[in-house]
């Protein structure tokens, strides 16, 4: 019994001294030189990015959180992606299974986005991974570098999951699958279509699948008030998403015009799509 108490009391002692240096070590982080060295790394490197950063420090469980993180293109910095906080930490679970993983929340935009992912060599950018992302209640409005991509207006709230895995390395060695519903928004078209210069919808349903560096979606269905679009098709992707090929059919809907239905397709290139309606 005594030893039983000597014991006890030794490992309360022991984990009360890991509690107080891991108190220490956090109230003595060197964020603002963990801040400054993370700067330089990314100008050095990818001297075309700008990386803008307030803060960063440990958390509580063990992890890193950074606050207020601007991302974008220094050509263009009107197109920028930033996120209020983003938080990560180990996946301890693979972790100890000798894995390397780790889970991220990013809050943005008026929602949250949680992801996860793992690696099945420990200490290999290469291999076998598996990823997932949620995310919820993102105002698409307020992201400038989404409106840059699309060369368009796009607003709506977002929500949906996607997953991937595959090996570490070419897009066409990764396999994945997109759902999405974006509701109450606008798009602003590039060309009129069917008399509009911009849809306004209720609701967008979207389902994809990437596979061998393509895009195949498998369900697109955008509801509004005056119109209805079904889309299903291909997207050839390319390093210059701008010259990623369309090869889309489905059909348009007029709501207000006794339901008038006339096929439609997209072919040409993403930054400059053309637009059939037959």
Same mark, same amino acid.
């Given at each position: 019994?005594?030893?039983?108490?000597?014991?006890?009391? @030794?490992?309360?002692?022991?984990?009360?001294?890991?509690?107080?240096?891991?108190?220490?070590?956090?109230?003595?982080?060197?964020?603002?030189?963990?801040?400054?060295?993370?700067?330089?790394? =990314?100008?050095?490197?990818? !001297?075309?990015?700008?990386?803008?950063?307030?803060?960063?420090?440990?958390?509580?469980?063990?992890?890193?959180?950074?606050?207020?993180?601007?991302?974008? @293109?220094?050509?263009? !910095?009107?197109? =920028?992606?930033?996120?209020?906080?983003?938080?990560?930490?180990?996946?301890?679970?693979? =972790?100890?299974?000798?894995?390397?993983?780790?889970?991220?929340?990013?809050?943005?935009?008026?929602?949250?986005?949680?992801?996860?992912?793992?690696?099945?060599?420990?200490?290999?950018?290469?291999?076998?991974?598996?990823?997932?992302?949620? @995310?919820?209640?993102?105002?698409?409005?307020?992201?400038?570098?989404?409106?840059?991509?699309?060369?368009?207006?796009?607003?709506?709230?977002?929500?949906?999951? @996607?997953?991937? *895995?595959? $090996?570490?390395? !070419?897009?066409?060695?990764?396999?994945?699958?997109?759902?999405?519903?974006?509701?109450?928004?606008?798009?602003?078209?590039?060309?009129?279509?069917?008399?509009? $210069?911009?849809?306004?919808?209720?609701?967008?349903?979207?389902?994809?699948?990437?596979?061998?560096?393509?895009?195949?979606? *498998?369900?697109?269905?955008?509801?509004?008030?005056?119109?209805?679009?079904?889309?299903?098709?291909?997207?050839?992707?390319?390093?210059?998403?701008?010259?990623?090929?369309?090869?889309? *059919?489905?059909?348009?809907?007029?709501?207000?015009?006794?339901?008038?239905?006339?096929?439609?397709?997209?072919?040409?290139?993403?930054?400059?799509? *053309?637009?059939?309606?037959?």
């Amino acid at each position: 019994m005594k030893l039983f108490k000597i014991s006890r009391a @030794f490992f309360g002692y022991a984990l009360a001294g890991v509690l107080m240096l891991f108190i220490f070590l956090y109230l003595r982080f060197p964020g603002d030189a963990v801040k400054n060295y993370l700067k330089a790394s =990314v100008a050095s490197r990818y !001297p075309e990015l700008l990386f803008v950063l307030d803060s960063i420090g440990p958390t509580i469980p063990p992890g890193m959180a950074m606050e207020n993180l601007t991302i974008g @293109f220094r050509g263009r !910095p009107e197109a =920028v992606l930033h996120i209020n906080r983003l938080a990560f930490a180990p996946g301890w679970l693979s =972790v100890i299974q000798g894995k390397a993983a780790v889970a991220a929340t990013a809050t943005l935009y008026g929602g949250e986005i949680k992801g996860s992912g793992e690696l099945a060599k420990a200490f290999s950018s290469r291999g076998p991974f598996l990823s997932t992302v949620r @995310f919820e209640g993102l105002r698409l409005e307020k992201c400038l570098l989404l409106q840059d991509i699309l060369a368009s207006q796009l607003s709506g709230t977002l929500k949906g999951s @996607f997953t991937a *895995t595959g $090996d570490a390395g !070419p897009l066409k060695n990764v396999a994945g699958k997109i759902e999405a519903t974006l509701t109450n928004g606008n798009y602003q078209l590039l060309d009129n279509l069917a008399g509009f $210069d911009k849809i306004a919808f209720s609701r967008i349903d979207l389902k994809m699948e990437l596979k061998g560096g393509a895009l195949k979606i *498998t369900s697109l269905t955008v509801n509004g008030d005056k119109l209805r679009i079904t889309l299903k098709g291909n997207i050839l992707l390319a390093a210059d998403l701008q010259e990623s090929r369309l090869d889309l *059919t489905g059909s348009v809907e007029l709501q207000g015009a006794g339901g008038r239905r006339m096929p439609m397709t997209i072919g040409g290139v993403w930054g400059n799509p *053309t637009v059939k309606l037959m």
